[in-house]
């Protein structure tokens, strides 16, 4: 095992190769299961084009960040990004604007993720509540919930301890119980002739579709929810500094991710509604894939889909959990969080940041409301994925940069791509979402996220005062000697923290 720690500074471990980020990042199409039931509530069977639409838009934002992570390879995937490409060359003020714009993207991120953990520990409640009635008597569903968080939160923080590559080794065995019968669910309806193209064809839109702005604003909402799910793999990229060999493990592990993400996003929603019809969606908007179960394998299918929809939630829950933590770490060691967050134990584990990750989705699964928890993490999103995009947009074009080494490098032209979806994203995605919102729950979930989304500001000024106060403050370095994997002579050399 490499040394975690150079000249005191805590730092990630580099431990593992592109399958192994892969299988961190297969709780991704996992994702798809809260929104499964709900798009075809808006735009029917259209659904089906909406999560292919997404999963391209993923490929187009994500091959942006993989040229990031190979150039930068000492950042943490969009929050290490967005902090070494905003900030300000040598600033010599009280406060780097630019610096406070790549910490907020970080943020923003972080809060995208993280209430994944409450989201899916209320769901298992939920379906454990369900599936065995003794529970049912014993406890309520939100006291499920709350055991349920508890459990997985310990759990996992305990299997995380000892390291990413055990993480990794846990995603492998939770893909396998998992994606495994979600690929037999979606791919059964059509071998067994279940799946009714009628359902499909005649209900392609709704039938009161009009192309007027209602509902314009409502589809950017949705392609902002579906983002949230269909382009999540970019967390692949996010452990970009535990790669052994970031230029070729991240470009791979993103491919084999988007391949899967595009194959089972497609095929789940059109099996679903293929099946079901649109209106037999819209009937059990929460969990349409066990009534699917029960056409295709009868009564006991839908004990084998609740036994495989919860692992499946423990895995996302990990994928959760490993890419917020390490959101924070990263934050730390940059200055734009207290420094207590980027503390890791011998195994390079940044356990603080665990701790504190599993009490705010306590926290969360105590609220109760999932719709209004997506919601808000749907905004986090869109600024995250927006406000990256115009890094690379900047790492481009901004002299600085120029020199640095960019072992893959997205095609040509991608800087215009980039800035397109970034738009895409801020402003058009983010008025969408909170327009959706207001429609549907109020505007609860939407001060919910600008609340959270708003109270970096004065964390982040203190950590500026916590950088200024510390004797062992380190010089800014330029902007020109940013790492890029040109260190062959020392691979483990991390930035140091600012």
């Not at 505007?443 to 989304?453: A, Q, Y």
């Amino acid at each position: 095992m490499s040394e975690n720690r150079v000249n005191g500074v805590d730092h990630l471990e580099r431990s593992i190769d592109w399958k192994q980020g892969m299988a961190i990042a297969m709780g991704v199409p996992l994702l798809i299961l809260p929104s499964l039931g709900y798009f075809p509530m808006y735009v029917s069977a259209a659904a089906i084009l909406i999560w292919g639409l997404s999963v391209l838009q993923g490929f187009m934002q994500n091959a942006a960040y993989a040229e990031l992570a190979t150039t930068f390879p000492k950042a943490s995937g969009l929050p290490g990004f967005a902090q070494h490409v905003f900030r300000t060359e040598n600033y010599q003020g009280k406060y780097d604007k630019g610096k406070l714009i790549g910490g907020f993207t970080a943020w923003s991120y972080w809060f995208a993720w993280n209430p994944v953990l409450a989201i899916f520990a209320i769901l298992v409640g939920g379906y454990l509540h369900g599936l065995f009635p003794v529970l049912g008597e014993t406890f309520t569903e939100f006291q499920l919930a709350l055991i349920s968080g508890g459990v997985i939160f310990v759990g996992l923080f305990v299997v995380n301890w000892f390291g990413l590559k055990d993480g990794a080794m846990l995603g492998y065995i939770l893909a396998a119980v998992s994606l495994i019968p979600l690929v037999i669910l979606a791919v059964a309806p059509f071998a067994t002739g279940h799946v009714d193209m009628a359902n499909i064809t005649g209900n392609w839109w709704p039938t009161d579709w009009v192309w007027d702005m209602h509902h314009i604003l409502i589809l950017f909402g949705i392609f902002g929810i579906a983002q949230w799910s269909a382009c999540g793999w970019e967390t692949a990229a996010i452990y970009g500094p535990e790669y052994k060999n970031p230029s070729k493990d991240v470009p791979k592990a993103l491919l084999a991710c988007g391949i899967i993400c595009l194959i089972l996003y497609v095929l789940v929603q059109t099996s679903v509604i293929g099946v079901l019809g649109v209106e037999g969606v819209q009937a059990e908007h929460v969990s349409p894939l066990i009534p699917v179960a029960q056409a295709v394998f009868g009564e006991a299918g839908s004990v084998v889909t609740i036994i495989m929809l919860i692992a499946a939630m423990v895995l996302i829950i990990q994928t959760a959990y490993l890419g917020s933590s390490r959101a924070m770490h990263s934050m730390s060691m940059e200055g734009n969080l207290p420094k207590v967050f980027g503390k890791t134990n011998r195994h390079g584990t940044p356990f603080i940041a665990l701790i504190v990750t599993a009490a705010f989705n306590m926290v969360l699964i105590s609220m109760g409301s999932l719709a209004a928890i997506l919601a808000a993490a749907a905004i986090g999103y869109t600024f995250a994925n927006g406000i990256s995009l115009f890094a690379y947009v900047k790492a481009k074009r901004h002299p600085a940069f120029a020199g640095l080494e960019r072992p893959f490098k997205a095609p040509k032209g991608w800087t215009n791509v980039a800035m397109i979806f970034g738009l895409f994203n801020v402003p058009l995605c983010l008025l969408g979402v909170v327009y959706l919102n207001s429609l549907e729950i109020g505007w609860t979930s939407t001060w919910l996220g600008f609340i959270v989304l708003s109270l970096y500001i004065p964390i982040w000024w203190y950590s500026q005062h916590e950088s200024r106060r510390s004797n062992n403050k380190t010089t800014t370095a330029p902007l020109s000697d940013i790492d890029s994997d040109n260190d062959a002579a020392d691979p483990d050399r991390v930035l140091d923290p600012r």
